[in-house]
């Protein structure tokens, strides 16, 4: 049996800060096999990102973590500090969403993926320029030479994403974690980024967990997709089942609440997401759930496996969904 890239099982993260302790995650379970995309998706703060870094040992300082985490059978949260730096120097990369925040302004390009090269991978200064200008033209650069020369401010939003993901693609990973590639970036170009990144899995084999708020962007791209809400996940399914028939009500509300050009009106999901540290007991989504029971409010719902999907839901028959618009797996966002 093939060791999965990816393994987080039963996964509860808590921030200290004094004397309080502020729960993040809650039994967090997800699995990403070898050559396959898995999506996370959710409203902001549902604890999408905080997942993915805790895939790689960046955890908050003070944080109490529990479970399990194993990157191709490593185990990371029992991880030495060299242990963690050469699992994101030799198996597992991550683009962050804000590729501003994360590249030295005062560096050129060159400089910034050559560096990278020559501490990872031992290579020489004249090695590493040409490998650089190499993972720049492989990420779709059309003039990867002077792009070598030029300083971050002088690249457009989606070309310093690219950047981003030579960057991570420097060290040959085997496990790629995209932390919303292309937030703020345009539809064209986020069809530009998505592309590369199904084409690295295609020719590089990559392993892929994609954090994204884009439905459609998820279900064209991955195979499994995981809906978060609070530090949870809610609901599990192929990309193929969860666009088909959403079981969870949040899971439904996220795809009623895209726009669509038959739709003169938004059908917003009402009242506010939630942090795990705010939910005072019951399932987190009951105060914006129009399905909600009273026992929805007294007692928080287990994951069950429903047609396929595994639900954390007190009631599983899902609403009326319009169905007109949402992609179909292989299909462009």
Excluded: W
Aim: aromatic share 2%; net charge positive.
């Amino acid at each position: 049996m093939t060791t999965p890239m990816l393994t987080v099982e039963d996964l509860t993260l808590a921030v200290r800060r004094g004397d309080d302790s502020k729960p993040i995650l809650a039994s967090v379970s997800l699995s990403c096999a070898r050559g396959e995309i898995v999506g996370l998706v959710g409203e902001s703060g549902s604890g999408k990102s905080m997942t993915l870094r805790t895939a790689v040992g960046l955890t908050p300082a003070g944080s109490d973590v529990s479970g399990r985490v194993r990157v191709s059978g490593q185990d990371v949260l029992n991880a030495s500090g060299k242990e963690l730096t050469k699992l994101r120097s030799r198996t597992a990369s991550m683009i962050f969403q804000d590729p501003r925040a994360h590249i030295n302004p005062f560096q050129r390009i060159g400089t910034f993926l050559a560096e990278g090269l020559r501490i990872h991978q031992r290579l020489s200064k004249t090695a590493a320029a040409r490998t650089a200008q190499g993972l720049l033209e492989e990420v779709g650069l059309p003039d990867p030479a002077r792009h070598m020369r030029q300083y971050p401010h002088e690249l457009s939003g989606g070309m310093l994403q690219r950047v981003m993901i030579a960057a991570a693609l420097a060290s040959e990973p085997e496990l790629l974690l995209a932390d919303e590639p292309t937030t703020a970036l345009d539809v064209t170009t986020q069809a530009e980024i998505v592309s590369i990144l199904l084409r690295l899995r295609r020719e590089r084999g990559l392993s892929i967990v994609l954090v994204t708020h884009d439905l459609d962007l998820a279900v064209s791209a991955c195979d499994r997709i995981h809906v978060m809400y609070a530090g949870s996940i809610v609901e599990s399914a192929s990309a193929t089942e969860l666009a088909r028939a959403p079981r969870h009500p949040y899971t439904a509300a996220l795809f009623a609440a895209r726009p669509a050009p038959d739709r003169s009106e938004l059908q917003a999901v009402s009242g506010r997401p939630l942090g795990l540290y705010e939910v005072k007991g019951g399932c987190a989504f009951a105060p914006r759930c129009p399905k909600v029971i009273d026992l929805c409010r007294e007692t928080a719902p287990e994951p069950r496996p429903v047609d396929g999907h595994l639900v954390s839901c007190h009631r599983t028959t899902p609403p009326p969904l319009d169905r007109s618009s949402v992609l179909t797996k292989g299909e462009r966002p």
